[in-house]
C-alpha cells in the first residue's frame, strides 16, 4: 500500500456483490467501521450470478473488483457467496490490495453455534455446486446438507419479501433439505444463509423453520473480520479509529438506478439517496 502512516483520510472499502444481497453485508459494516468511505458496486444488469457457470461468474467478479481498486478501494469485500465460492482465488489473483470473501466467514460463525455439529446451508445453485460451504464446514468439524434455492433471489430482487409465493417456495426448499437431512442421519440444529439476499427473508425463514434452529447469517461476521483485518493492518488502524458515525457510502449499479435506490434502501435499512449507473458490459 502507498499511504503513509500520518495519511488520516478515511480507508475505502469497496464492496460488491451481483444486485442487492450484499448491502445486507454493508448494514453490518457501517457500525463497525463508522468513519469509512464505501463503495458499493452491485452488477444488477448481469444478475443472477448463482445460475451462471464458474468461468463467467469470475470474469464478471474480477471486473467488479477490479474497478472498485481502480476508484481507490484499499479493501475489497466481496459481498456474495456465489462469487466468493466461484471465484475468490480468481480476483485476489487479480487484486493489488485485500480481499475477503463471505464462506469461510460464514463456516466460522456456524462452527462457534452449532451444539449438534450438523449445518444447514441454503445457497444459490452455482454456489451449492462448488461445495465451498460442504468443505469450510468439514474443516471446521461438521456436517452440512447444502440446498439450491435457485428461486428465491429472484423473487428478492422482485421485492417479494413477505409474499405467499415466496413463502411457498421456501417451504417446498426447507421440506426438501429437512428430509434429506433426516435420510442421512444429520440433525442440524444451525441454518447457514449461504447467501447475502436470504437474510430478507429470515423473518419467513423462522417462521418455516423447527423451533429451536438458529439461523446464521453471515454478514456479521464477515463485518468483524473486515474490522479486525484494518486493526492488524499497519496503515489503516488511525483512519478506521472514531465512533463518530462519518461514514460515506457510493453506491453504482450496472441497471435501473431507481430500482436500486427503492430496493437497495429495504436492504441497507436507511435510504439510499443517489446511485449512479455503471456500463460494465455484457
Ligand atoms: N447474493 C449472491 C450470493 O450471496 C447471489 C445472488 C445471485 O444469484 O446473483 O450468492
Not at 44 to 67: D, I
Not at 135 to 150: D, F, M, V
Not at 164 to 169: A, C, E, L, P
Not at 184 to 213: I, K, N, Q, S, W
Amino acid at each position: 500500500m502507498s499511504e503513509s502512516i500520518a495519511d488520516a483520510s478515511p480507508v475505502r472499502i469497496g464492496v460488491f456483490d451481483s444486485g442487492f444481497g450484499g448491502l445486507t453485508v454493508l448494514r453490518a459494516l457501517l457500525p463497525r467501521i463508522p468513519c469509512a468511505e464505501f463503495f458499493y458496486l452491485g452488477d444488477t444488469a448481469r444478475l443472477p450470478y448463482g445460475s451462471k457457470s464458474q468461468a463467467t461468474v469470475a470474469r464478471y467478479a474480477v471486473e467488479s473488483a477490479q474497478l472498485l481498486e481502480s476508484w481507490g478501494a484499499q479493501y475489497i469485500v466481496i459481498a456474495c457467496n456465489t462469487a466468493s465460492a466461484l471465484a475468490l482465488d480468481a480476483i485476489r489473483a487479480a487484486a493489488h490490495v485485500p480481499v475477503l470473501g463471505v464462506i469461510e466467514t460464514g463456516a466460522d460463525s456456524a462452527a462457534d453455534v452449532s451444539v449438534t455439529r450438523d449445518v444447514l446451508v441454503l445457497a444459490t445453485d452455482a454456489t451449492v455446486q462448488s461445495h465451498a460451504y460442504a468443505h469450510a464446514c468439514a474443516a471446521r468439524g461438521l456436517r452440512s446438507i447444502e440446498k439450491a434455492c435457485p428461486l428465491l433471489v429472484p423473487l428478492i430482487e422482485e421485492g417479494w419479501i413477505d409474499h405467499s409465493v415466496t413463502r411457498q417456495v421456501l417451504h417446498i426448499y426447507l421440506d426438501q433439505a429437512l428430509a434429506d437431512a433426516r435420510a442421512l442421519g444429520h440433525t442440524p440444529d444451525t441454518v447457514l444463509l449461504g447467501c447475502t439476499h436470504y437474510p430478507l427473508v429470515r423473518p419467513l425463514l423462522e417462521a418455516a423453520l423447527p423451533a429451536g434452529m438458529t439461523i446464521l447469517n453471515s454478514a456479521e461476521t464477515t463485518a468483524n473480520r473486515v474490522h479486525r483485518d484494518l486493526l492488524s493492518n499497519v496503515y489503516l488502524p488511525s483512519r478506521i479509529a472514531s465512533d463518530r458515525n462519518l461514514a460515506r457510502c457510493h453506491f453504482f449499479a450496472t441497471d435501473s438506478v431507481d430500482k436500486f435506490r427503492v430496493l437497495g434502501s429495504r436492504f441497507l435499512g436507511q435510504p439510499i439517496e443517489r446511485v449512479e449507473l455503471i456500463d460494465l458490459g455484457g
